[in-house]
């Protein structure tokens, strides 16, 4: 693998080299990407006939200038950065969880089905708490399977992830429409937790306190991935496995828990989204938010800081991309070109700072 | 190709094959290879002699189309080419046998040698087995055309390799490094191909850092040394100076003067013999491994001892090494240290307690080569006080300790917080050589310790080899250098198809029953 | 149950069977002959969507439906190009290029759709079918099998013919030694990254014929995001093929069959949610891999860069 360009690997020395050149060669290499990606971006737009400029107006205005877009940009955020705390911990350890989107969707059916029911026995906040955790432990749950078979059997994990994902979403799905649909609607969908009772918003405003939860998850990530001796134990796992062996790390036990914290946090994720956002889960929704954080996690090269920026650009992109949607008719899934772009040009921009470096030595 | 020239005189023809013309190589950082020239005579064995570094790879990598020199030219039966690419290589007629295999182990021998025609074009394994057949009848070898390559042993997939650069109509065959994994058995045996290859005219390329291999098979041979060319001796010289002469000569050609020479191969003081308990004893140690099971390994070392294990490479010393460190399960068998049961200890167990072992993978599996030197330094101990404290990393202590470390041993680096995988292999080893050797160390495994090091570095570590065995502790060697063992050791154990065959005493006749336990011939 | 194996029922669930199976079998041919050649390609989901719209957009343009499908194999090697280029050329990671391609590729046809059908919706007329004469007056099997439109038949013959290839012919060696050991290859005088650029462009062709198939034939419409993970399917159809092409068609019958079960059960008057039939395929692939835990066989060099000279 060394020939691959490792794109995010080299994070971790410039934080420790600390030399200001490397920063700011960083931080051009971060933003590069971005510009390219909005003046590609652009282009499309133009190409469909809409006035680019005007779009990503907007968007700025929806998504970040206007309060309740901005407030919304926000709440948008917490769940997001779960996932992306999830992904950092295992692509650091250098396992591919691809399977975020079934941890998350089955984790927010179950916290959707049991919140409704404990409401009437048990405090909002524990009642808050235990779905924290029931949603926590589902998305560990779900990802046991392709933990055992990489750890003891070595199957590829990207195989496997991906399966436990259809396989989630179609059982999520049965949930929804067998066991816990609320009789009262028409529609198959799980019964409502009511506004009261679920995430508290953040001071005056209408942002989900699953903001918090989501910084606090992410930074922690962070400190723990960079500065703890389980930290380096993962991400010796993930940059050598044999040298962890050679070095008597227990790589299967780490394996699982690498699976267990990164689907886990999946998990925390669709609990965020029930008891913060949605507050109930319709049959065949599926955000599928996983697979549209990876890439975001890579632009940040796996620093949970660098993580909080972009799903913050992001979520701009997409809260104000759904309100343009209704005004420049230009659908949200232009959000989706727009990150496919922003992840090519990360590739084109590090295949050239490769070969920069290559020749300037 | 196939047709037999009948005793073609060496070097009758007038002119080479194929010359090198004052090439240069850089790659960055290194001048690799510096104005060297050099000629292929048909019919003749010309050995390309040089220690590791020395820019013999490199030399090959641009005959054989995987380099392109940055100056000068390379001229075929006197004519300048390109040779841009192994195709390209193989048009010209030089047939290179890397020394890792270039076969496909999924794929036939046929389907091996058949590989690179046409794309909708059937291959044709009848025609091949055919032709091979016929080739390998004119170079004495004898192989199934329908076995799976994986299923051979290295030496005869290097046997494969040269028939297939036979039939592809080489006339230069370039041999490179390809002793390295054989038996002395078998490098006689290519030694004695090698010499049938050039009564058909074909001009041979032998590339090896052994001298004596040199001697044996070479007609002609050329000294590389950091990247230049130092010297050759001519056919007609060689045979004048005779072995002695000539060995001398190579050898101040190789290490530069004469006093660096006999420094790089100067017999250590004797120590004096150790005595007393065992410190490390194995007993009945065996290993479940598809490629090479060992089974009832018995050896004990004592305070102070060096026990060299010599083998070819691939006799299962990984297997046991991994095992004694606890890298792998043991099938069967104990490990005491101090008398103490350690079997059953992880690595770290019994790292704590005093085992260590340096691999000879350093890149693949002794180091993380993005890491910084600090943490590399302390990568078997993740997590231990006073690095870290409550599983918080401790920046000051381990900086210490990476400091205090690179200078005991003088580790050549810019900082601390080098990626690792930017150092020099000599220096890379220093700082494995530090990680295993400071500390509470009791008993240590060397695997193959100065294997591709340069030879101020391989003088280092065999003082360092020494200077652990001074301090006390029992030593185990892994080396597929004979000499290397021979040097150091008190006792020699030869390791072959995953047992130990036999352990003598590093006395004067040590040389010739090792030798022997190595062929296979039990005394 | 007597009432299960009515010749509605059976005919309806082969048929159902062959329908939703065809493009998964195309794109998990697709995705062995990437992975024979060491190329790990995510992004084919993206390949099979882009031949949907492109097929289904030059069908309905030219109204022609051959060359909808040759539309919608150029259409997925229109993704499949980029590929190439980025991890093949470039050396990029090919997990974070896959999915990237199929994001933009999702995105991109959802775009276009929204622009051009999204007031209109406009249909293609069915597929006209070829029967085979004797085969197809076979009770039960003989409509559902041998009454199908021509590109039926034809994908069958890729597996034909890849198999073919892989065994009988250089390219064939060529792909096995890209994926076992590229160095080799190289060696042998055989560009990889050519060999490897080939594989991946086949797969888009594949991959993109596939997805036309199912905007053609299957729905008869565009419809954005409609491949629904169907690539996915093929990546692992590939994978537990170790391989072997025939093993590819048997297994995407297998997932079609399930997928398209729920259909064949309204038939016979039995409901059934499709999720939990949509379950199946995907819970037996698990089980046989907890059960018999082998390690997948796949290439050694599957998902690394090949440089000629780094070791």
Known sequence: MSETTQIGSDALLARRSGARRERVRLIAMALGPVFGAIVLSGLVLLALGVDPIAYYGYVVDRGLINPYGLQATLTRMGPLLLIAAGLIVAFRAGIWNLGGDGQFLLSAVVVAALGPLMVPYFPVWMVLLIGLLVGAMVGAVWSLLPALLKAYQGVNEIITTLMMTFLGVSFANVLVKLFFRDPATTVPQTRTLVVADRLPRLFDTTVSSGLLIGLIAIVAVHLVMTRTAFGLKLRIVGANPRAAIHAGLNVPLLTLATFAISAALAGLAGAVEIMGVQGNVRADWNPAYSLTVVPLVFLARFNGFASIAFVFLFSVLSIGGESAARRTGVPNFFTLVVVAILLIMLGITEYLDQRRRAAGK | ?523 | MSALFTQAFLTSLVLGALTAGIPLMLAGLGEQISEKAGVLNIGIEGMMLFGAYLGFLVAYSTGSVWLGFLGGGVGGMMVAAPMALFCIRMGLSQIVIGIALTLGAEGLTALLHHFQFAQSYPRLPAVETLAIPGLSSIPVIGPALFDRPPIVYLAVLAVAVTAYVFRRTQLGLALQAAGDKPAALDAAGVDVVRVRTVAVLTTGFLAGIGGAFMSQVGAGIFVPFMTNGAGFIGIVLAMQARGRPLWVLCGALLFGACLSATTALQVAGVSIPTDIIQMLPFAAVLTVLVLFGRRASLPPALGTHYVRGAR
């Not at chain 2, 009564?199 to 001298?211: C, S």
């Not at chain 2, 004596?212 to 050759?232: C, D, P, Q, S, W």
């Not at chain 2, 079997?343 to 180091?367: F, I, K, S, W």
Request: charged share 25%; glycine share 12%.
């Open chain 2, 1 to 523: 190709m196939t047709q037999i020239h009948t005793s073609p005189p060496p070097h009758a023809e007038p002119r080479p094959i194929v010359s090198l013309d004052h090439v240069t190589k850089r790659f960055p950082g290194v001048v690799a290879n510096e104005r060297v020239s050099f000629d292929l005579w048909p019919g003749e064995v010309h050995v390309l002699l040089g220690e590791n570094g020395a820019g013999k790879s490199t030399l090959v990598g641009m005959l054989s189309g995987l380099q392109l020199p940055d100056e000068g030219g390379v001229l075929i039966d006197e004519r300048e080419v390109r040779i841009a690419s192994p195709a390209r290589a193989l048009e010209l007629g030089i047939g290179t046998v890397f020394q890792h295999s270039m076969l496909v182990p999924s794929l036939s021998v046929v389907d091996n040698m058949a590989l690179g025609g046409k794309w909708w074009s059937q291959p044709d394994r009848d025609g091949v087995a055919a032709r091979m057949a016929a080739v390998c009848a004119d170079i004495g070898v004898t192989l199934d055309p329908h076995a799976k390559v994986g299923s051979l042993s290295l030496g005869e997939q290097q046997q494969v390799e040269i028939v297939r650069a036979l039939m592809r109509g080489s006339r230069v065959l370039i041999l490179d490094e390809a002793t390295a994994m054989l038996t002395p058995k078998g490098a006689e045996d290519l030694g004695a191909l090698m010499g049938r290859l050039t009564k058909l005219g074909i001009a041979v390329v032998f590339i090896t850092h052994k001298l004596n291999e040199a001697l044996a098979f070479g007609h002609r041979i050329t000294v590389l040394r950091l990247g230049r060319k130092v010297g050759e001796i001519a056919p007609e010289r060689l045979a004048a100076l005779g072995p002695a002469a000539a060995t001398a000569e190579i050898v101040r050609l190789m290490f530069g003067s004469d006093t660096a020479a006999r420094a790089a191969v100067a017999e250590a003081p004797r120590r004096s013999r150790p005595a007393g308990p065992p410190l490390l004893e194995i007993a009945g140690l065996a290993v479940d491994d598809p490629a090479v099971p060992v089974a009832g390994i018995d050896l004990e070392v004592a305070p102070g001892e060096i026990v060299g294990l010599a083998g070819i490479d691939g006799n299962g010393q990984k297997q046991f090494a991994e095992a004694l460190a606890g890298q792998r399960r043991l099938a069967a068998g104990t490990i005491r240290l101090g008398g103490e049961g350690i079997e059953r200890l992880d690595v770290g167990g019994r790292r704590a307690r005093g085992l260590r072992y340096v691999t000879d993978d350093r890149l693949g599996e002794g180091t993380v080569g993005a890491f910084p030197i600090s943490l590399n330094l302390l990568l078997k101990q993740v997590g231990e006080a006073p690095f870290w404290r409550r599983g918080i990393e401790q920046p000051d202590a381990i900086a210490a300790h990476a400091r205090r470390l690179v200078g005991e041993f003088d580790v050549r680096t810019p900082g601390i917080e080098t990626a690792i995988g930017k150092l020099s292999g000599g220096n890379i080893q220093k700082a494995l050589l530090a990680r295993e050797l400071s500390g509470a160390a009791r008993a240590v495994i060397f695997a193959k310790p100065t294997y591709g090091l340069d030879v101020q570095n391989i003088r280092a570590t065999r003082q360092r080899i020494r200077e652990a065995a001074e301090q006390g502790l029992a030593v185990i060697l892994i080396s597929t250098d004979l000499e290397e063992v021979l040097e150091l050791s008190d006792r020699v154990a030869v390791m072959s198809r995953g047992q130990i065959v036999g352990v003598v005493d590093n006395d004067a006749d040590a040389r010739n029953r090792v030798g022997e336990l190595m062929s296979g011939v039990t005394a």
